[in-house]
Nanobody
Framework: QVQLVESGGGLVQAGGSLRLSCVASGRTFTSNTMGWFRQPLGKERDVVATVTWSSGSTYYADSVKGRFTISRDTAKKTVYLQMNSLKPEDTAVYYC??????????????????WGQGTQVTVSS
């Protein structure tokens, strides 16, 4: 079994910061790319940022560039999303996902094989 467990969500005021973590586990876990996605209430899920395990290549959605940073710790099999200068429009359920394939950037056609249960991030104005 492969598991992705997110943590670090919560309620924060606009302008504040949060750091999300995603720990991967499972004897059969193999992945080349990790991603953070988010889904606001009543809207579709969309990509936030991605990172490759081997090279650390990253991708950011335009809406979070300059504010969010994705990083990974290969020894701990953990991916982080540092979120600064948060805005009310960042409010969403944030999901961690893992892809077996290597994606140096993001495309809607990219296939992510494993998903976490999600963590709520709420930014108040």
């Amino acid at each position: 079994q492969v598991q992705l467990v997110e943590s670090g969500g919560g309620l924060v005021q606009a302008g504040g910061s949060l750091r999300l973590s995603c720990v991967a586990s499972g004897r059969t876990f193999t992945s080349n790319t990790m991603g953070w996605f988010r889904q606001p209430l009543g809207k579709e899920r969309d990509v936030v940022a991605t990172v490759t395990w081997s090279s650390g290549s990253t991708y950011y959605a335009d809406s979070v560039k300059g504010r969010f940073t994705i990083s990974r710790d290969t020894a701990k099999k953990t991916v982080y999303l540092q979120m600064n200068s948060l805005k009310p429009e960042d409010t969403a359920v944030y999901y961690c996902a893992a892809a077996r394939r290597y994606y140096s950037t993001y495309s809607p056609n990219n296939k992510y094989d494993y998903w976490g249960q999600g963590t709520q991030v709420t930014v108040s104005s």
